[in-house]
């Protein structure tokens, strides 16, 4: 038996249930002992309706931990290793593995379409029924089974923390800047929200080369931690209108690349309104299903020649980017460390949404 929280429907606080049964792993998958669990945004938005979810669900995605049992055919990690859960399993087979986009794996979206894992199906009961399992993971559980290809092996001395941090929040936020923007040194990128990956956008953004780093949000606690990420220039748009303050850093052109990392409509139009002529308007945020765009086709961009691209997982290869991702934590280049405001059990996991609701805080970790 296992300790998991559990979402029983919108808006209700999730359940901890010290009942969940978690089968052995099957053929192709992997048994996990979590070590740690970020709570992200992403988490919060299944709970309050902006992404659907087949209740009762196990929810967690951002997760490290050790492998305890390998299902049949696994050769990729043994009991003992140390892992990163990547809620994006890449195949490394279908079209879009093979053209290396990983992040957009056909197996991956059908898992999380589904609630289960790679066969739509799930390991966990309680309660005499089944539950689902958030992005084929599932981390706000003691124990859990994912799809091997879901699990990439990390130095056993690596902070489980740390490690849990980078399946998602890092991973993403880097990722959006290393991989899915074109971000030239010199530079200036602007970032719509400073929370656990808006701080890792601006961190890959400073990796990258960028000279001048605009950091937006409407918290001074997060503005304050945008400058210790790399961020040189804070404007709190709860104060002063963002778009007027990146046309006026910038004589009035526009920042290079621009990133929306909340998912509100109003700050996606923000982002892209402050990209310059031919700059990239990057959107992270995961808004709710209901809201669309409108733009001024011509002026707004074609006669800009602006592009607009969304980020899924930070565009991530998983088994190439976490360990480029522990070096660079390793060499003192990423903080990772920084991003932990909280370490929090299993129990305290209502407590960290209402914290991230206040806007106060880069990330609580629950630890098992
Ligand atoms: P978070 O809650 O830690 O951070 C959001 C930040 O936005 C906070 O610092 C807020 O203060 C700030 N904010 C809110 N409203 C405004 C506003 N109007 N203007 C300026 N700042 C504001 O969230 P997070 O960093 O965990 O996640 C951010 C988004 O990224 C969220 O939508 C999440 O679902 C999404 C996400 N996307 C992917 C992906 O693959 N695209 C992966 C992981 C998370
Ligand atoms: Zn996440």
Same mark, same amino acid.
């Given at each position: !038996?296992?300790?998991?929280?559990? !979402?029983? $429907?919108? #808006?209700?606080?999730?359940?901890?249930? #010290?009942? +969940?049964?978690?089968?052995?792993?099957?053929?192709?998958? +992997?048994?996990v002992r979590m070590g740690a669990s970020g709570v992200c945004h992403s988490d919060l938005s299944m709970v309050n309706g902006t992404m659907m979810a087949a209740t009762p669900i196990v929810l967690g995605h951002e997760g490290a931990g050790v492998v305890e049992e390998v299902g049949e055919g696994v050769t990729s990690v043994k009991p003992g290793d140390h892992v990163v859960i990547s809620w994006?399993?890449?195949? $490394?087979?279908?079209?879009?593995?093979?053209r290396d986009q990983g992040y957009l794996c056909e197996q991956a979206n059908a898992a999380l379409a589904s609630g289960g894992l790679l066969d739509g199906t799930t390991r966990m009961t309680s309660k005499g029924g089944p539950l689902s399992q958030m992005a084929a993971s599932g981390t706000f559980s003691e124990v859990t089974i994912i799809p091997a290809i879901g699990a990439v092996k990390v130095p #056993? &001395?690596? &902070? !489980?923390?740390?490690?849990?941090?980078?399946g998602c929040g890092v991973l993403t936020g880097t990722g959006a800047a290393l991989n899915t923007a074109t971000i030239r040194p010199g530079d200036t990128v602007a970032v719509v929200g400073c929370g656990g990956v808006g701080l890792n956008v601006i961190q890959g953004a400073r990796i990258a080369g960028a000279t001048e780093i605009i950091a937006i949000d409407m918290n001074e606690t997060k503005l304050a931690l945008a400058k210790e990420f790399g961020a040189t220039q804070l404007v709190n748009a709860g104060e002063t209108n963002p778009v007027s303050r990146v046309m006026e850093l910038t004589q009035q052109r526009g920042a #290079?690349?621009?990133f929306e990392v909340i998912g509100l409509g109003e700050t996606i139009e923000q982002t892209i309104t402050m990209t310059r002529r031919g700059g990239e308007a990057i959107l992270v945020g995961v808004p709710r299903m209901d809201v669309m765009l409108t733009l001024p086709a011509f002026f707004g961009v074609v006669l800009q020649g602006k592009s607009i691209k969304g980020c899924w997982y930070g565009s991530s290869n998983v088994q190439k980017d976490v360990p480029k991702l522990v070096d660079l934590y390793k060499k003192g280049e990423l903080k990772l460390d920084e991003l932990i405001s909280r370490e929090i059990k299993l129990e305290d996991v209502n407590e960290a949404f209402d914290a991230m609701k206040t806007g106060e805080i880069a990330r609580s970790v629950i630890t098992y």
């Open positions: !038996m296992a300790k998991a929280a559990v !979402m029983t $429907g919108i #808006d209700q606080p999730l359940e901890i249930r #010290d009942d +969940v049964e978690v089968e052995s792993p099957r053929a192709g998958e +992997v048994k994006v399993p890449q195949c $490394g087979e279908c079209f879009f593995c093979q #056993d &001395d690596l &902070d !489980m923390k740390v490690a849990a941090l980078i #290079d690349v621009s």
